[in-house]
Structures are given as C-alpha cells and as structure tokens.
C-alpha cells in the first residue's frame, strides 16, 4: 500500500542519461548539420559576389556545392534509419509486419 502512495517510480540516473542520450544526440547531430550547410550557402554567396565576374577561384563553386548539399543527404539517411526508434525499449518496439497481435 505504501508503494501506491509514493506515485511513479524514479528513474535510475543511468537509465535518465541513457534516454537523454538521444536527444542530445540528434540535437548535435541537427546543429553541425546547419554550420556545415550555412558554411557552403556563405561560399557560394562569397564567390558570387566577389569572384564571378571575374571567374576567378572557381573550385569554390563545388567545394561550395557539396557543403550545401551534404546536410541535405544526411538527413535523408537519418531519417531513413529511423534514430528514434534506438531509444526504445524492446518492449516498447512496434510488432513487425504480418506478425500476430
């Protein structure tokens, strides 16, 4: 009965850090992705206003291009392996196609 009265059980400090592990995870994950996508858009924006008349430097169009783009990849193979579903517990695991309820 006193088990009852104290509510919810708390989570170990373990088990706390390891289901905020992925959230911090991803958040990481999401800020490099901006730097590294902001710093291809300022290239680009660097050579365009500096350099394109004169076309000069112009390994800074595709060095410029794959910063841009390689956010935008990653992404895409982020969210097709689904992170989300590495913080959940076996049991929690959603049942697999055709297997029974």
Not at 10 to 27: D, R, T, Y
Request: include cysteine.
């Amino acid at each position: 009965m006193e088990g009852a009265a104290a509510g919810p059980p708390k989570l170990a400090a373990s088990e706390a850090m390891a289901q905020a592990a992925p959230v911090s995870s991803m958040a990481g994950t999401a800020a490099c992705l901006v730097a590294v996508g902001l710093g291809g858009a300022a290239l680009l924006l660097w050579w365009a206003l500096a350099f394109h008349s004169a076309h000069a430097r112009l390994w800074m169009v595709p060095a410029g291009l794959v910063l841009l783009g390689t956010p935008v990849l990653a992404w895409l193979s982020l969210l097709a392996s689904d992170p989300c579903r590495c913080g959940r517990r076996p049991d929690e695991a959603p049942a697999a196609p055709g297997a029974p309820a």
